[in-house]
Antibody, heavy 118, light 111 residues
Framework: EVQLVESGGGLVQPGGSLRLSCAASGFSFRSYWMHWVRQAPGQGLVWVSRINIDGSTTNYADSVKGRFTISRDNAKNTLYLQMNSLRAEDTAVYYC???????????WGQGTLVTVSS | QSVLTQPPSVSGAPGQRVAISCTGTSSNIGAGLDVHWYQHLPGTAPKLLIFAYTNRPSGVSDRFSGSKSGTSASLAITGLQAADEADYYCQSYDSSLDGYVFGTGTKVTVL
C-alpha cells in the first residue's frame, strides 16, 4: 500500500525556519518525481515545488523561490522541504504528493500544518 | 493565484447529475496540457479522480467522468450521493509559469 506521511510542521515566528519531511513507503520512491502542495486556511490548493527522481532538477512557485528548498534522500525514501524566512502568508497545511500519469498527483499525504505567527 | 477558473459552488439533489467547469488559458489547457481532477474533504488527503482529461484511476467510480472543450475542461458527477459532498479542484501545468496550477475550487453540495 502506498503511503506518504508528512511531519515537521508546527508554530514558528516570522523570519524563522522549519524543515518538513515526507516518509514514503509501499512503492519505489526513487522512480517518481515528487512535489509539495499547500492549502492556506479557507483557501484552495496551491503548488509549491517539485523535484525529479534523483534531485538534480527542482522547480518552485514564485511565492517561495529563494526561501524554500526541496530535496530528497532516496536511500531513506524521504522527501524534504526546507523553509526559511517564513512569513505569515506561508501558514498552511503542506501536503507531499507523488507525480504520475504525466503531471497528475496520484497519492497524497494527510498533510502537516505550518503556522507562522508571533 | 489560480489561473484556472472554476465556479465557487454547484449543488444537486441525490441521484442528479452535476458538472464543474475549469477554464484555462493558452499557456495551460489551451496549449493542450493535461487536466486532472481531485476530490478533497477537509482534513484529509486529496484524491485523484480523473487524469489526462478523461481517465479514471483504478478504484474510482464511473459516476465521475471528465471532458475537454477548447480552453476548458469539465468534471461530471452522475447519480449524486451524499458522500460526494466535497471540494473539487482541477489542475494542469502552465508553460509560462513553468509550474503546476490548480483551479479555484468548487464546493459540491447535495441537497
Amino acid at each position: 500500500e502506498v503511503q506518504l506521511v508528512e511531519s515537521g510542521g508546527g508554530l514558528v515566528q516570522p523570519g524563522g525556519s522549519l524543515r518538513l519531511s515526507c516518509a514514503a513507503s509501499g512503492f519505489s520512491f526513487r522512480s517518481y518525481w515528487m512535489h509539495w502542495v499547500r492549502q492556506a486556511p479557507g483557501q484552495g490548493l496551491v503548488w509549491v515545488s517539485r523535484i525529479n527522481i534523483d534531485g538534480s532538477t527542482t522547480n518552485y512557485a514564485d511565492s517561495v523561490k529563494g526561501r524554500f528548498t526541496i530535496s530528497r534522500d532516496n536511500a531513506k525514501n524521504t522527501l524534504y522541504l526546507q523553509m526559511n524566512s517564513l512569513r505569515a502568508e506561508d501558514t498552511a497545511v503542506y501536503y507531499c504528493a507523488r507525480l504520475n500519469y504525466g503531471s497528475a498527483s496520484d497519492y497524497w499525504g494527510q498533510g502537516t500544518l505550518v503556522t507562522v505567527s508571533s | 493565484q489560480s489561473v484556472l477558473t472554476q465556479p465557487p459552488s454547484v449543488s444537486g439533489a441525490p441521484g442528479q447529475r452535476v458538472a464543474i467547469s475549469c477554464t484555462g488559458t493558452s499557456s495551460n489547457i489551451g496549449a493542450g496540457l493535461d487536466v486532472h481532477w481531485y476530490q478533497h474533504l477537509p482534513g484529509t488527503a486529496p484524491k485523484l479522480l480523473i487524469f489526462a482529461y478523461t481517465n479514471r484511476p483504478s478504484g474510482v467510480s464511473d459516476r465521475f467522468s471528465g471532458s475537454k472543450s477548447g480552453t476548458s475542461a469539465s468534471l461530471a458527477i452522475t447519480g449524486l450521493q451524499a458522500a460526494d459532498e466535497a471540494d473539487y479542484y482541477c489542475q494542469s501545468y502552465d508553460s509560462s509559469l513553468d509550474g503546476y496550477v490548480f483551479g479555484t475550487g468548487t464546493k459540491v453540495t447535495v441537497l
